[in-house]
């Protein structure tokens, strides 16, 4: 079932939780909401499942109004970022739980149920654990038992919101793969609320980035990572330095840098914000081509795989740069030493454009 | 993020409980005790402070607050050492304990009334050792402050438990790292800390017990302007037909449960001052 | 009693900060003291009192007519007025506790004002409405409708001083349990009331006995209240806590203990099953 929202605001009080959002989710998709707290993602969400109601605007399944359409009429299945479990069910009543408030005509028999809740254990792997309550399982097992019993009911729609949000990291990075397979599998259309945009980059196939009520920028993972639409989206995936300069007729001047920017051939010495990701930038021992500026290794941090460079540029500025553990083997980097440092890549932003 | 307003909410029922909750309200308590202001005020202003300052219910009153202020003392004391003793200590039948707390909760007052007084009497199992040292407890004033004080004795025991049991540790070992003896942590961590409940404790022991009837008048011995207590005095006017003498004394102690409602309101807002 | 102290931190291995023995067994003397003191030496009393002139002449204080009545007439006000206010209770925790609207705070004040009122006085309000020169006296009169020193007065006063019992317990422990798994039942397709009684109302259960059991407990042994409005008519509205003043005033003491002992007997059930209730509350909440 394909989601469409059109011109949908949203106000709780004075706060404008989503203003003026459209949104075409496409059938059989599986798609992000992302953004900071407070960016109206779970607001989306909640109206999408009928839990909220919209001030304005209105929200389609298949093309069809269901604004107004009850939950429970809606045939959407939503995960809660707290599980919600009824805590006084078994794993196995919770998950029949939709099953079985169904009107007579057309609830399934007690045999029907329980192979299907035998079937739906089977997918997330708990079949030992039927008859547990809620509070004896781990965080992870909670989250599958949610999401078994949301499939159970065979909704046309899966929301998710903050799946993954209240896990340890190991147990977050399992699941989300786990969550990718199963959408393979089912191809049933999904949307899950996330801040983590690793988490989005991994799972999504198409990710939506919300700021303060609006849709900044929606598209495939590499779309949004490549080509960021707005400072904001660039901001919030990925560390990034930013550069403040002016740009001239397709130049930007950022501190000691020029860079070619063509996109803004006919701005006229516009105030400019430049951002580069940490791990586009080059370290050199010597100056090499043009564009590098001279800095000084002030700070040397290894996370994982990657090395995390701070460097003191000389007009005073501090830039971060991640560079391949093999790569900074090979530099033979230590604090207090004078390097060479040029951005590969930068995206320049006219100010004006800006929020 | 998410609202909890009664027009967003999606769960039913809101108007139609909310409806019950208020029409039942006003049926059971708002309309009765709202009678008690329009019989009041079928009373002159004059006929009013006339019935409401009579010496024999000044007595009363002066017996009733006395008492209830004495019985409230006693037990914040008392009440905040029982707190502290079930929550930081283990002793054998310590849950047996901590579950009787609860009994002036749980037992009539009326027997707990005829239990009192036949135990103070000058022949009751400890009237009898305090008679001849010239303490006499049964009905004398002195007999209104205990009973007061066993049906007070669970409010300030359950206000502070809770806040005690929730006390972080860490906040008495950090004094005691910063050099503390256990004295000075006691009076200048834990029982701030504590103040709040302890007070809230303390007014509400204080409000139940201005208002007792039935575990006081068995002990009290009843005596106009010594031990008679104002709910007394108001029964005794209905008996003689003084509705309006009756109603007025009634209002007077209705305006003086509001007000400890109101403060007692107001403490537990600021004993949550603090709350994260 | 034989005491052994051991600070509940002692099982961490933290105990540098305990205060010196000495102290511990001073405060806890002192605490038991008082309790024995307050509490189970008048428990005791009302038992040994009760059982003074032997099984029979308890057993025949039982068996009296007078007696038999006002344990008939409790129970019928117990039985009144206990389901009305776990209907109300439960109605208004739901409105309170799952919605927001301007004005809660002070509804839920107002639920608790009956707690604050002197017993005395949640008698006379209904004497000032009922009783014959009240307001709707003359017209009851008229109508050959007794109220109040009847039945009908005992009951309703009892229903006003047990009022708060549910509602202030249900309140706070739905409040607690939030709106999340009401949603998911929602959204799994369940109806309202599906939604109601199959998940918010086991969710509560443990709630809802702790607040009938105080109510009931309330119900059974108010004095004051029911006995402005009773007229204390032997054998027809006397309920067992006047029967029990009735008795003693007449000098009747052991029968007034035996009578006493049947409210003294209630009191410690209401105890135990209360405190099975709190440890469930405390673990369902745990589980979570």
């Known amino acids: ?355 | ?276 | 009693m034989q005491v052994s102290i051991h600070r509940t931190v002692k099982k961490n291995g933290t105990s540098g900060i305990a205060e010196p023995a000495w102290v511990r067994y001073l405060l806890l003397a002192v605490a038991l003291s008082f309790l024995t003191l307050f509490l189970m030496l008048p428990l005791a009393a009302v038992f040994v009192q009760a059982l003074d002139k032997g099984w029979e002449a308890y057993l025949e204080a039982l068996k009296d007519p007078d007696t038999f009545s006002a344990i008939k007439l409790t129970l019928v006000a117990a039985a009144c007025s206990v389901p009305v206010n776990l209907v109300f209770g439960v109605t208004a925790a739901w409105a309170i506790a799952k919605f927001a609207f301007p004005g809660k705070s002070l509804l839920i004040t107002l639920i608790d004002l009956p707690f604050s009122v002197s017993p005395v006085v949640s008698g006379l309000i209904y004497v000032l409405i009922f009783g014959l020169q009240g307001w709707l006296g003359p017209w009851l009169q008229a109508h050959d409708v007794k109220i109040i020193f009847a039945v009908p007065g005992i009951i309703l006063a009892t229903i006003f001083v047990t009022f708060p019992f549910i509602a202030r317990e249900l309140i706070p422990l739905m409040e607690s349990q939030g709106r999340e798994e009401e949603e998911a039942a929602l959204t799994l397709g369940a109806s309202g009331l599906q939604t109601f009684f199959r998940v918010t109302l086991p969710n509560v259960r443990w709630g809802i006995l702790y607040g009938v059991i105080l109510c009931n407990a309330r119900a059974m042994g108010e004095f004051g209240a029911v006995s402005v409005v009773s007229g204390h008519v032997r054998g027809s509205t006397n309920t067992i806590p006047l029967q029990v003043e009735i008795l003693y005033n007449e000098y009747s003491y052991a029968a007034a203990f035996a009578v006493a002992s049947l409210l003294a007997m209630l009191a410690l059930v209401t105890l135990a099953v209360k405190s099975v209730a709190e440890w469930k509350i405390r673990q369902v909440s745990a589980a979570e």
């Open chain 1, 1 to 355: 079932m394909s989601i469409t929202i059109e011109n949908l605001s949203k106000n709780f009080g004075n706060f404008a939780a989503l203003s003026d959002v459209n949104l075409e989710v496409p059938s059989g998709e599986l798609v992000a909401l992302l953004g900071p707290s407070g960016s109206g993602k779970t607001s989306l969400l909640r109206i999408i499942a009928g839990l909220e109601h919209p001030d304005r605007g209105t929200v389609l399944f298949n093309g069809q109004e269901a604004t107004r359409r009850q939950v429970k009429q809606r045939k959407v299945g939503f995960v809660f970022q707290h599980y919600a479990l009824f805590r006084h069910m078994t794993v196995f009543d919770n998950i029949a739980f939709g099953l079985t408030v169904k009107a007579k005509a057309e609830r399934p028999g007690k045999a029907e149920i329980r192979d299907k809740v035998a079937r739906l254990l089977k997918l997330i792997q708990l079949e030992q654990l039927a008859g547990r309550y809620p509070g004896q399982l781990s965080g992870g097992q909670r989250q599958r038992v949610a999401l078994a019993r949301a499939l159970a009911v065979e909704p046309e729609v899966l929301l998710l919101d903050e799946p993954f949000g209240a896990l340890d990291a190991k147990v977050r990075l399992e699941l989300r793969r786990w969550l990718r397979r199963l959408h393979d599998e089912i191809h049933v259309t999904s949307v899950f609320v996330t801040h983590d945009q690793e988490e989005a980059l991994e799972v999504a196939d198409r990710i939506v980035v919300m700021n303060k009520g609006r849709i900044e920028q929606e598209g495939t993972p590499s779309e949004v990572y490549d080509h960021p639409a707005t400072p904001f989206v660039f901001d919030f995936l990925g560390s990034v330095n930013l550069f403040r300069g002016r740009v001239h007729a397709g130049t930007a001047q950022m501190g000691g840098l020029r860079v070619h920017s063509p996109e803004h051939a006919t701005a006229d010495d516009a105030p400019a914000i430049g951002y580069v990701r940490a791990h586009d930038i080059t370290i050199e021992r010597v100056p090499g081509e043009g564009g590098a500026v001279s800095a000084e290794v002030s700070h040397l941090l290894s996370v994982g795989p990657l090395v995390r460079v701070e460097l003191r540029i000389a007009g005073g500025d501090t830039w971060e740069a991640n560079l391949p553990r093999e790569e900074a083997d090979r530099l033979q980097l230590a604090v207090g030493e004078k390097v060479f440092a040029r951005p590969r890549k930068m995206r320049v932003f006219v100010e004006d454009y800006q929020i």
């Open chain 2, 1 to 276: 993020m998410a609202s909890h307003g009664g027009k967003n909410n999606v769960l039913p029922g809101f108007t139609p409980s909310l409806g019950c909750t208020v029409l039942y309200l006003s049926i059971i308590v708002l309309i009765p005790l709202s009678s008690l202001f329009f019989k009041t005020a079928t009373l002159t202003w004059d006929e009013f402070v006339a019935a409401v300052t009579a010496p024999r219910v000044v007595a009363s009153y002066r017996v009733t607050f006395g008492s209830s202020l004495a019985a409230a003392l006693v037990n914040a004391f008392f009440g905040v050492l029982v707190a502290w003793v079930l929550v930081r200590y283990r002793f054998p039948g310590k849950r047996l304990v901590d579950a009787l707390v609860d009994l002036p909760f749980a037992l009539p007052t009326a027997v707990a009334g005829i239990t009192l007084a036949s135990i103070y009497s000058p022949n009751g199992w400890l009237g009898r050792y305090l008679e001849p040292h010239g303490i006499k407890v049964a009905f004398t004033p002195l007999g209104i402050v205990v009973a007061m004080v066993f049906i007070g004795l669970p409010f300030v025991v359950r206000t502070v438990q809770p806040v005690l049991e929730e006390l972080d540790r860490e906040l008495e070992e950090a004094a005691s790292c910063l050099g503390a003896s256990r004295w000075q942590t006691f009076y200048r961590i834990i029982f701030p800390s504590m103040l709040p409940a302890i007070l809230t404790g303390f007014a509400l022991a204080f409000a139940r017990a201005a208002g007792e009837y039935g575990s006081v008048i068995f002990i009290a011995g009843n005596m106009p302007k010594v031990s008679e207590i104002t709910p007394l005095l108001i029964i005794t006017k209905l008996e003689q037909y003084d509705y309006a003498g009756a109603t007025a004394i009634a209002s007077l102690m209705l305006v003086v449960s509001f007000l400890l409602l109101l403060s007692i309101n107001l403490l537990q807002k600021w004993s949550r001052r603090f709350a994260e």
